[in-house]
């Protein structure tokens, strides 16, 4: 026997949530670096602002959610198993800069605990770590970590000069990480 989904208007709640959440995705992959503003999303919504910020607890915990469904998106659309997917997924932020301005301030606003995207951040951050660990091989934790740090920051470049090219320059580090790893180690510094 099947299950039955929600009905009544709990069931409608979380149709009109999902709604919301799609035309402000849609919103902020349309526009430019400066992003929709919260009156708009709610425009194409059909409601107010007050309507919007109904199904979600803050302006922010909306932002957050944009995010992870953008996220998701990426996860159904690129083959994130592989460095071509995830270089792929890379190169297509490119093409939504109001979703790539998005990321980087919620990157930089979730650094506070208090923040409604602390947790979804340092959990994202925890799954591409090990996603980028996984494909580079063993022992490869630190070439990750920046990596990663490489992603993020090249999308701050990006947005002051969207000529960087972010899967061109990361390529590179990796080359030269992989090149470093096939190096002796360094010795211990001498203690004196």
């Avoid at 402000?24 to 400066?34: I, M």
């Avoid at 998106?73 to 297509?92: I, K, R």
């Avoid at 090990?130 to 470049?157: D, S, T």
Wanted: positive net charge.
């Amino acid at each position: 026997m099947g299950t039955k989904s929600p009905r009544g208007p709990y069931s409608k709640g979380i149709a009109r949530r999902a709604e919301i959440l799609r035309v402000a995705l849609d919103a902020y992959a349309a526009s430019g670096p400066q992003g929709p503003s919260l009156k708009s999303i709610a425009a194409a919504a059909g409601l107010t602002e007050a309507g919007v910020l109904h199904y979600f607890d803050s302006k922010d915990e909306l932002l957050v959610a944009i995010l992870a469904a953008r996220d998701d998106e990426y996860a159904a659309t690129f083959d994130l198993t592989t460095l071509d997917g995830v270089w792929a997924a890379l190169a297509h932020t490119t093409k939504t800069p109001g979703l790539l301005k998005l990321f980087v301030d919620i990157t930089a606003a979730a650094t506070s605990p208090d923040h409604p995207g602390h947790a979804y951040m340092r959990q994202r951050a925890d799954r591409v770590l090990a996603l980028v660990a996984r494909l580079l091989g063993p022992g490869r934790g630190w070439h990750a970590r920046v990596l990663l740090a490489a992603a993020e920051g090249l999308q701050v470049q990006w947005l002051r000069d969207p000529s960087t090219d972010i899967v061109a320059d990361l390529r590179q580090l990796r080359s030269a990480l992989e090149r470093d790893a096939q190096l002796p180690a360094e010795p211990a510094p001498r203690r004196a």
